[in-house]
Antibody
Framework: EVQLVQSGAEVKKPGESLRISCKGS????????ISWVRQMPGKGLEWMGRIDPSDSYTNYSPSFQGHVTISADKSISTAYLQWSSLKASDTAMYYC?????????????WGQGTLVTVSS | EIVLTQSPATLSLSPGERATLSCRASQSVSSYLAWYQQKPGQAPRLLIY???NRATGIPARFSGSGSGTDFTLTISSLEPEDFAVYYCQQRSNLYTFGQGTKLEIK
C-alpha cells in the first residue's frame, strides 16, 4: 500500500527554524517526485516546490523561492520542507504529494498534512 | 507564472443534478491539466489528469474535457459525497492551482 506519512503538528515562535518530513512507503521512493503544497487557513492550494529524490534536483515556485528549502534523504525514503526563520504568515497546513509520468505527473498520493502554527 | 481562474466560485446544486465546473488558463497549457477534490479536514484527491483521464478508482460520473486554455470538469449526476471543493492544476510550466470552486448542496 502506497503511503506518505508526514510528521506531526508543530507550534513555533516567529524567527524559529523548523523542518517537517514526509516518509514514503509501499513504492520505489526514487521513482517519483515529491512536491510540497501549502494551504493557509480557509484558503486554496499553493504549489511550493518539488524534489526528485533520486538526485535531489529541486524546482521552486517563484513565490516560495528563497523562503523554504526542500530536501530528501533517499536512504530513508523521506522528503523534508524547512524554514530558517518562521513568520506568522507561515501558519498553514502543509501537504506532500508524489508524482510521476504514470499519472501524467499529477499528484496521485498525498500525505495527511502537517499543521504548522507560528505565534508569539 | 500561469494563472488558473476557476468559475463559478460557488455552485449550489441538488443531488442527482449535473455539475459543470470551469477552469481557464492565462496561457495555453496544452492538455496538462488535472482536477482534484478536497473535503473538509482531508487531503486533496486526484480525479482527472491530462485533462480527460480519470485517475484510478474515480467513478465514471466524473469526466474532464478541454485543451489549450479552457477546461471543464463535469459530474453527470451528483451524489451526496460529491459536495466538496474542486481545484484545477496545470503542469505545463511547473505547477499552479486554481483558486477552487465550492460545490454545495442547494
Amino acid at each position: 500500500e502506497v503511503q506518505l506519512v508526514q510528521s506531526g503538528a508543530e507550534v513555533k515562535k516567529p524567527g524559529e527554524s523548523l523542518r517537517i518530513s514526509c516518509k514514503g512507503s509501499g513504492y520505489s521512493f526514487t521513482s517519483y517526485w515529491i512536491s510540497w503544497v501549502r494551504q493557509m487557513p480557509g484558503k486554496g492550494l499553493e504549489w511550493m516546490g518539488r524534489i526528485d529524490p533520486s538526485d535531489s534536483y529541486t524546482n521552486y515556485s517563484p513565490s516560495f523561492q528563497g523562503h523554504v528549502t526542500i530536501s530528501a534523504d533517499k536512504s530513508i525514503s523521506t522528503a523534508y520542507l524547512q524554514w530558517s526563520s518562521l513568520k506568522a504568515s507561515d501558519t498553514a497546513m502543509y501537504y506532500c504529494a508524489r508524482h510521476t509520468d504514470s499519472s501524467g505527473y499529477s499528484f496521485d498520493y498525498w500525505g495527511q498534512g502537517t499543521l504548522v502554527t507560528v505565534s508569539s | 507564472e500561469i494563472v488558473l481562474t476557476q468559475s463559478p466560485a460557488t455552485l449550489s446544486l441538488s443531488p442527482g443534478e449535473r455539475a459543470t465546473l470551469s477552469c481557464r488558463a492565462s496561457q495555453s497549457v496544452s492538455s496538462y491539466l488535472a482536477w482534484y477534490q478536497q473535503k473538509p479536514g482531508q487531503a486533496p484527491r486526484l480525479l482527472i489528469y491530462d485533462a480527460s483521464n480519470r485517475a484510478t478508482g474515480i467513478p465514471a460520473r466524473f469526466s474532464g474535457s478541454g485543451s489549450g486554455t479552457d477546461f471543464t470538469l463535469t459530474i453527470s449526476s451528483l451524489e451526496p459525497e460529491d459536495f466538496a471543493v474542486y481545484y484545477c492544476q496545470q503542469r505545463s510550466n511547473l505547477y499552479t492551482f486554481g483558486q477552487g470552486t465550492k460545490l454545495e448542496i442547494k
